[in-house]
């Protein structure tokens, strides 16, 4: 059927993170309320991105430094 589409960006520390892609049915408009609330929610939506790829990140420099570690010889 007919729908429409809104979309909020995802930002954390200033960064785009993501967009959220929202499907509203049509000549539905957000009030306060849900707007308000879908601030909130893409805010914790940005910080669990965030963490995930800090976490990534530090997940990758600690294999890195392991290979490092192992490929020094023992005297």
Do not use: C, K
């Amino acid at each position: 059927g007919e729908h429409a589409h809104q979309w909020m960006p995802l930002t954390a520390g200033g960064q785009l993170t993501g967009v959220l892609s929202l499907t509203l049915h049509p000549g539905h408009v957000l009030g306060e309320p849900g707007r308000s609330f879908l601030e909130a929610f893409a805010g914790v939506l940005s910080f669990i991105i965030q963490r995930r790829r800090a976490d990534e990140e530090l997940r990758i420099a600690h294999e890195a430094n392991q290979a490092l570690v192992s490929a020094i010889p023992l005297v």
